[in-house]
């Protein structure tokens, strides 16, 4: 338990408002998206310091997809006047873009991270960050999916904070494998 201990108050704050915002994001609810602003926001700070600039770069990123999660899931989509924003699902075309963005962007952000900067575990970081980016997307856009990535990613992450001495983040990311399950068998149902 000594790796609890060294762990940074940021570190508890974004585990919690982390696990806050999935388990919103499972119930469908709005609040979701104010709740993972606050989780990203911390969570760049942390990771900038622990120079996984791939991490901080997606979580910039997700600071600006809760707040477009939040405008999509009140207005976005074909749906009539207060009715709210179903479940999707991709199509085959969906998916094999999904994958191809996703390898094309670890590609360069890989690249990137490892001649710019002296970031480390700099490929797996890349990989995790750029399908992050597709599975966050797809979150906005309430796609099934998303927690299909989200499952993949989950565990890519959990080695990778662990090997970064990121204990909290390991264990919010272990927790969020079992979240992943429970997301997607949720929004299942709702489809109906």
Known sequence: MSWLSSASAFEAFAL?????????????????????VLYAAVSVWVFSQDRLFGQTLLHVFYVAMNLYGWWYWLYGGARAVDEALQVGQLSSTGWMLAIVVGVVSALALGFGLGALTNAQL?????????FSFVAMYLQA?????SWVFWFVINIGSVALYLSAGLNFYAVLYLVYLGLAVVGFQTWRKAQG
């Open 16 to 36: 919690v408002t982390g696990l806050g915002a999935v388990i919103l994001l499972i119930r469908q609810n709005i609040w979701t998206w104010p709740v993972g």
């Open 122 to 130: 700099a490929w797996p970081d890349a990989v995790i960050t750029a």
């Open 141 to 145: 856009r309430k796609y099934i999916e």
